[in-house]
């Protein structure tokens, strides 16, 4: 029978593949031998079997035991944490749940620009003290603003992006996009598009910075000191893709010397975000603490995803969400 290890251990009990999961699968899928983990210390005997992996991460040392694996799914998006040399130079197949978080993350993304907006967290904070806050959030800042006729400056065009951008544009919103494929069909939500070269061209342009890229060494810390400068001293920074998108030490220092307007972040270089960073102090930041993804819905949809490309795998048809190891995305 073909093997098909489900991995997923976490200290969120959100983010484990529930046991449900397992036994639909057995049930729809008889002629797999299902195996879900609950510890990771017997992954070591699971491995060498398997041949499709169910997975957030493998390291190297795992990656060599597993002699029959032919397919990875990872039930995040991101996959930097696959992205080694002998899994990428290797024949194995990578697929990843993009379709599963991207309409639910760009919820968020639109949430924290309302947020931010109307100064949401000011009235807030106002609230807590029993303050009447209106004269002070008015002034401050020059008050709430409108988001119809703001221009939203998008980094990356996959599911998130797409979705985001559709939001936007229904809200009256100009969405300028920079991505790396510009000849790539682009969505009619998308007023512009342009290459990464160009990137300064929009900071200084958009009102609203979202980012939503995958993280490769082309984007790792690709908003720094130098983009944040271009950047319109009201303008928001929304990161909702990867902490290391962001040099976190350059934006605590715009953010504290108010050269952009705020920013809203889901996502940080360390997680969880540690009690002593600077960052919790900062009246125009927005901290979640990734939640951006989280839904009850969610391993619902990763079944309806993952079931379908198993039927692919299982029939030799194309497989979705295919990951291109090279190019990290």
Do not use: C
């Not at 620009?113 to 020059?142: N, T």
Request: glycine share 6%; net charge neutral.
């Amino acid at each position: 029978m073909t093997k098909l290890l489900i991995a997923t251990h976490h200290r969120l009990d959100l983010w484990v593949a529930p046991e449900w999961f397992a036994e639909r699968l057995r049930k729809d899928f008889p002629q797999l031998d299902v195996v879900r983990l609950a510890k990771p210390d017997s992954i070591d005997r699971e491995l060498p079997e398997t041949e499709i992996a169910f997975t957030s991460a493998l390291s190297p040392e795992h990656f060599r035991l597993a002699r029959r694996l032919h397919w990875i799914h990872s039930p995040a998006a991101a996959v930097h944490q696959f992205l080694f040399p002998d899994l990428v130079n290797s024949d194995v197949i990578l697929t990843n749940a993009r379709e599963v978080h991207g309409a639910v993350v760009a919820e968020q993304v639109i949430a924290m620009i309302f947020a931010v907006a109307k100064r949401i967290p000011q009235a807030l904070r106002f609230q807590q003290k029993r303050v009447w806050g209106q004269e002070a959030i008015w002034k401050e800042d020059h008050g709430p603003r409108e988001i119809a006729g703001a221009t939203l400056g998008l980094i990356g065009l996959g599911t998130i992006g797409r979705n985001v951008a559709s939001h936007a544009t229904a809200l009256g919103m100009k969405v300028i996009a920079v991505r790396q494929h510009v000849d790539a069909t682009t969505p009619d939500s998308v007023h512009q598009v342009l290459p990464p070269s160009k990137i300064n061209e929009m900071l200084a342009a958009a009102d609203y910075v979202v980012l939503a890229a995958p993280v490769t060494p082309a984007t790792r810390h690709m908003i720094g000191r130098e983009q944040l400068a271009k950047m319109k001293s009201d303008a928001v920074l929304i990161n909702v893709g990867r902490g290391s998108l962001v040099d976190e030490t350059a934006l605590l220092e715009a953010l504290q010397q108010r050269k952009i307007g705020g920013a809203a972040l889901d996502v940080f270089d360390q997680e969880p975000l540690p009690p002593d960073s600077p960052l919790w102090g900062l009246e125009n930041l927005l901290v979640t603490p990734h939640t951006a993804g989280m839904t009850a819905k969610l391993w619902e949809r990763h079944y309806t995803v993952f079931a379908e490309n198993l039927r692919r795998y299982l029939s030799g048809q194309p497989l979705l969400a295919l990951v291109d190891k090279k190019s990290g995305y």
